[in-house]
T-cell receptor, first 115, second 113 residues
Framework: GAGVSQSPSNKVTEKGKDVELRCDPI?????LYWYRQSLGQGLEFLIY????????KSGLPSDRFSAERTGGSVSTLTIQRTQQEDSAVYLC?????????????FGDGTRLSIL | GESVGLHLPTLSVQEGDNSIINCAYS??????FIWYKQESGKGPQFIID?????DKRQGQRVTVLLNKTVKHLSLQIAATQPGDSAVYFC????????????FGKGITLSVRP
């Protein structure tokens, strides 16, 4: 497909469980971003990848959150020991680069519900 | 801290009228701005962008205006259609190291038939 693909689209899990969210960026996009969107809110930056490296992890809310990217393509966001406040939509975006006229394009997100 | 905010949470317009959605930003160093449209259950969709060295940019039925003096951004939608109903976000970027988007909370546009 031509767009950013995220899976699963929905995830319901029990508090304390670990979850793994996947993002397939647009082919050729070197920059990849994770954001979190709570109900009715704007988007909160979590982490950014340039290639396989993550120069900015400043948005990760706690050490339970981690992310990796392999082969400069697919990225996974892992949340360990999930808490109810982790419930949100997790959105992934990718862009050709980080310069001007290189807008970020988003997937449809993973809706995470922690029971 | 720096923030991007939207003046009004909701906007209701008559089908066929023009819509104007406003946004204020506070980081004077931001050099790139993007408007996104988000429909229910979907991710944000790129609408139009503008660089800080421009004050106006036109797309298909949409125009973005940038006023750096008052740090104001607006999105104008001509001949608003029912399909334009969505939440609209403005976002600012300081390009360079990570270019993370800073989003406002969003404004809901509702188009009356």
């Amino acid at each position: 497909g031509a767009g950013v693909s995220q899976s699963p689209s929905n995830k319901v899990t029990e508090k304390g469980k670990d979850v793994e969210l996947r993002c397939d960026p647009i082919s050729g996009h070197t920059a990849l971003y994770w954001y979190r969107q709570s109900l009715g809110q704007g988007l909160e930056f979590l982490i950014y990848f340039q290639g396989n490296s993550a120069p900015d992890k400043s948005g990760l809310p706690s050490d339970r959150f981690s992310a990796e990217r392999t082969g400069g393509s697919v990225s996974t966001l892992t949340i360990q020991r999930t808490q109810q406040e982790d419930s949100a939509v997790y959105l992934c975006a990718s862009s050709l680069g980080t310069g001007m006229n290189q807008p970020q394009h988003f997937g449809d997100g993973t809706r995470l519900s922690i029971l | 801290g720096e923030s991007v905010g939207l003046h009004l949470p909701t906007l209701s317009v008559q089908e066929g009228d023009n819509s104007i959605i406003n946004c204020a930003y506070s980081n004077s160093a931001s050099d790139y701005f993007i408007w996104y449209k988000q429909e229910s259950g979907k991710g944000p969709q790129f609408i139009i962008d503008i660089r800080s060295n421009m004050d106006k940019r036109q797309g298909q039925r949409v125009t973005v205006l940038l006023n750096k003096t008052v740090k104001h951004l607006s999105l104008q939608i001509a001949a608003t259609q029912p399909g334009d109903s969505a939440v609209y976000f403005c976002a600012e970027i300081l390009t360079g190291a990570n270019s993370k988007l800073t989003f406002g909370k969003g404004i809901t546009l509702s188009v009356r038939p």
